[in-house]
């Protein structure tokens, strides 16, 4: 899992050491993410099925992409298909994807690198893996997440950010037991790249065996832990938690990770995606590519795009 990391986290700047009158989020709920195929059949964890949305809000959607070693011929993408009404975030960790929209958008991700799409008033795209990876196989593993918008920005303009591994902001905890990647949002007053329209904070932390991280957290903000592979435990009571479960917090100042002593070979450290934002709190009516606040709104979205009001497939793309 390479990512973005660096020889010496102790070289980064330091998470203040855990403050003790700032109360630690208890944990609500644990779930385990089944399985599944996207697309034109990659596999996937869906990472927040079961859930109830209100806890997720202002998020509606994750996926975590692989981890799978594809052989020569086997990468899989999607095909064009339209959004409107929400933001998409994928984060690449392994691998390579390619993506292209019909605003002239896109471009190649690979390790660390982020694509940040604001769907808005409703936009087409398409992801898949280059042609060059198709060829070869190879590791692919990342995430897509679906950011919510609020009713008064669902018809914002549709944008593009293209957020290079190399800008993120990249933190130590207290202790340097723990390597920290905001992408968005703040953490102990360092911002990540990634401009949102929802607030919200998105970090990828890698956790050595046996150390612990404590983040700050915003209180006004929901927080959610899914665990992208080790085992290690959450929350103040240390409740088990392991690849492929998503942790959601109660409230409070502050949220806790742990990772196991031991991990075993594939997985030598414990890595977590640490997500939360400011709940939006408006009814969610949701079909397919489209979030949206009423069933009419989704029946307006499904006629604009069958009438190409959504965007139409460009023959060329402008450079990345």
């Known amino acids: 899992m390479p990512a973005v990391t660096v020889d010496n986290p102790l070289a980064l700047p330091r998470i203040p050491d855990p403050d003790p009158t700032q109360l630690q989020r208890p944990i609500v709920s644990i779930t385990t993410a089944p399985s599944g195929l996207e697309g034109e059949g990659f596999p996937v964890r869906r990472a927040f099925a079961g859930v109830d949305l209100d806890l997720l809000d202002p998020f509606v959607h994750l996926d975590q992409m692989g981890e799978v070693e594809y052989a020569p011929g086997e990468p899989k993408g999607t095909a064009w298909h339209p959004h409107r009404g929400f ?27 982020t694509q940040w799409m604001t769907a808005g008033a409703g936009i087409l795209h398409i992801e898949k893996p280059p042609e060059e990876l198709v060829a070869s196989g190879g590791l692919f ?44 949002g703040e953490v102990a007053s360092h911002p990540g790249p990634g401009s949102t329209h929802t607030p919200m904070a998105m970090v990828h932390a890698t956790v050595t065996p046996g150390a612990e991280l404590v983040l700050p957290w915003r209180r006004d903000f929901n927080a959610l832990a899914y665990i992208l592979n080790g085992s290690g435990s959450v929350g103040p009571q240390r409740h088990t938690i392991r690849t492929g479960q998503l942790a959601v917090y109660g409230a409070g100042d502050a949220i806790s990770v742990r990772a196991d002593a031991h991990q075993e070979s594939r997985s030598p450290n414990l890595d977590v995606l640490i997500i939360g934002g400011l ?5 969610v009516a949701w079909y397919g590519p489209f979030v949206m606040n009423t069933r009419d709104e989704i029946q307006q979205a499904l006629l604009d795009y069958h009438a190409g009001r959504l965007g139409t497939v460009p023959a060329e793309h402008a450079a990345p």
């Open 87 to 113: 933001e998409t975030v994928t984060y690449m960790i392994d691998g390579t994807f390619q993506h292209h929209d019909s605003n002239g958008g896109g471009g190649l991700i690979t390790n660390g690198d």
């Open 141 to 184: 593993h990342g995430f897509q997440l679906w950011v919510n918008l609020p009713a008064s920005m669902k018809w914002t303009a549709p944008r593009y950010q293209d957020i290079r591994g190399g800008k993120v902001a990249l933190l130590a905890s207290h202790d340097g037991g723990a390597l920290v990647r905001v992408i968005a």
């Open 279 to 283: 709940p939006i709190r408006e009814p």
